[in-house]
């Protein structure tokens, strides 16, 4: 038979087990009395002194509402609400909020609203989805698929001047398909990111210029299912995150995620993956906010390069580390990604469902609330990013016999087919001459990666 002192000890393991698994590393749980699901946005309000969460809260099956989180409870904004609100922004002393056709109480929302003093009203119409409201450069900005606003010819991004919401394109056959999702002002320029196709022009990615998108600059590569979904200026560069195909050669500098100097794109310190130099598997960024220290992205990824940062991770300019997002008790294993982030002040909160029945009441709201970070840390990166290192490979073309000598120490071969497909990879245990055999590829043209402690370079490779 167990002894009393057995006993005592054995509940003493089982608290603390279960304190451990049921409260995350550094995070906290903002606690709530509803379910809550199809999250679109998640945004501070200053004017409300709220953090205003843009999916909704399940009050029954076909009741919701909206509501913000004052720091300590939740607080519920007026009337029930439909489930096509999408984003949501500070405009005079109250909230604006866009999205597609919905209702407030019993009144049908053209697409905007406006939320004063516990009370909704309906200052605009729009005849479309709007996808993105946001403030840059001290000016309002509309994006979505509408066309009119106030009955007035207003297409795909709109800017408030006055009380008149004017349009920022001119209407142009060349645009095939458009789902524009945010804009950015950096360095006297606008740009333009989202799902859209230009003939003879950009997609996805762009400049505004003459009341048209234009491309912004040599380097950026959209193929299928590329999306840009956020824009954001830190540390002086413009910082682009979505599905975004990285892989070096002739796909894109970054995987997911990538910086603009206004000249050039290069990747952040290294590439997301959900399994380490897995380029084919998803890691896509879904969110980005940023303070002055740092930027946080969230998404699918697993593994920055091979350091892990599952989920959650902040970059200071020079390394990634790890918000232990991995630490939750959640059983997603990765599939269900943390999809919103937002900053009050410095204190992050993010979006991530814990339990997998949306409609059943969980803890879905967590705030970071800091700690240890030296052992979740990549360490130094930029300066590997930038360094620049020559090496020779010889002969190319090739038979599939190749030497490669290189000024630095050689750690990884990556090979990618013309398609950007990896097709073989090789670690090495820091070498200067390497011997590499890829006899068993077919003939083509190739892209070979080598990277090492200071260098990480591209070139291309034939094989005949």
């Not at 990111?193 to 590569?221: C, H, T």
């Not at 910082?239 to 990747?267: C, P, Q, V, W």
């Amino acid at each position: 038979m167990m002894s009393l002192r057995s006993s005592l000890f054995l509940l003493l393991v089982i608290s603390l087990a279960t304190n451990l698994i049921s409260q995350p590393i550094n995070w906290e749980g903002a606690e709530h009395n509803h379910a809550a699901g199809l999250p679109r946005d998640f945004t501070y309000s200053e004017n409300l002194g709220l953090t205003v969460y843009c999916g909704i809260f399940y009050r029954g099956p076909s009741d919701y509402y909206l509501a913000g989180f004052n720091g300590t409870n939740w607080e519920t904004l007026g009337d029930s609400v439909g489930n096509a609100i999408r984003t949501a922004v500070d405009f005079n002393s109250g909230l604006l909020v866009g999205g597609s056709t919905s209702y407030i109480g019993t009144q049908n929302m053209p697409h905007m609203a406006y939320f004063e003093n516990s009370e909704w009203s309906y200052p605009y119409i729009f005849d479309g989805i709007i996808a993105k409201l946001t403030w840059t450069n001290d000016t309002l900005f509309a994006l979505g698929t509408f066309e009119e606003v106030d009955g007035n010819p207003v297409y795909y991004i709109a800017k408030l001047v006055g009380d008149t919401w004017i349009g920022v394109l001119e209407p142009s056959d060349d645009i095939d398909f458009a789902i524009l999702q945010d804009i950015a002002y950096y360095d006297g320029d606008y740009y333009v990111a989202g799902n859209f196709q230009i003939a003879n022009g950009p997609s996805d990615f762009g400049k505004l210029e003459n009341g048209a998108i234009v491309e912004a600059a040599d380097g950026f590569v959209s193929v299928g299912g590329t999306i840009v979904t956020e824009l954001e200026v830190f540390q002086d560069e413009l910082y682009l995150s979505g599905t975004i195909y990285g892989g070096g050669g002739d796909l894109n500098a970054g995987n997911h995620l990538m910086r603009f100097d206004g000249e050039s794109f290069s990747k952040v310190g290294c590439d997301f993956f959900r399994t380490p130099f897995e380029y084919e598997g998803l890691g896509h960024v879904l969110d980005m906010v940023a303070n002055e220290d740092y930027l946080y992205c969230s998404g699918s990824f697993l593994y920055c390069d091979d350091f892990p940062v599952t989920q959650v991770a902040r970059w200071d300019g020079e390394e990634w580390c790890s918000l232990y997002v991995d630490s939750f008790h959640d059983t997603f294993s990765g599939e269900q990604a943390p999809r919103h982030l937002t900053l009050k002040g410095d204190t992050l909160m993010m979006y991530y469902p814990t339990y997998q029945d949306l409609e059943e009441v969980g803890t879905y709201f967590w705030l970071y609330t800091g700690g240890e970070m030296t052992q979740s840390c990549s360490g130094p990166l930029s300066a590997k990013n930038e360094a620049q290192k020559d090496f020779q490979i010889f002969p190319n073309p090739s038979t599939g016999n190749i030497t490669l000598e290189s000024e630095a120490l050689i750690q990884r071969l990556s090979v990618f087919n013309a398609m950007g497909r990896l097709v073989f990879q090789e670690s090495i245990q820091n070498k200067t001459t390497h011997q590499l055999n890829l006899s068993h590829l077919s003939k083509g043209l190739y892209l070979l990666q080598i990277s090492g402690e200071e260098f990480e370079k591209t070139e291309k490779l034939v094989l005949e």
